[in-house]
């Protein structure tokens, strides 16, 4: 799926990922992050956690497969939550 693809998505399921926040515009070091960023000619799917800086989940090529993976992992933290 694409970015706009994958935010509708989001929106649209109502999906609770407790205190973690989403990030798609850059890489960040913050505490609770799930992001997705297209950075030095790849697409990296990315978390950070309370006391570590961030750690690269997975590396991609194109879009598609890059917010195909992320959603996965948003749906994961959203069960994690949930259940």
Known sequence: ???EEF???YKDENLNIGE????LDNITDEPFVLGCVYD???WK???SG?????GILKKVDNEEDAFNYFYQVVLSQHKLENN
Do not use: A, D
């Not at 973690?20 to 990030?23: E, K, N, S």
């Not at 309370?50 to 961030?54: A, F, L, P």
């Open 1 to 3: 799926m694409t970015k």
């Open 7 to 9: 935010l509708q998505r």
């Open 20 to 23: 973690y926040i989403i990030v």
């Open 40 to 42: 030095q000619g790849v």
């Open 45 to 47: 799917i990315y978390e």
């Open 50 to 54: 309370e006391r570590y800086g961030h």
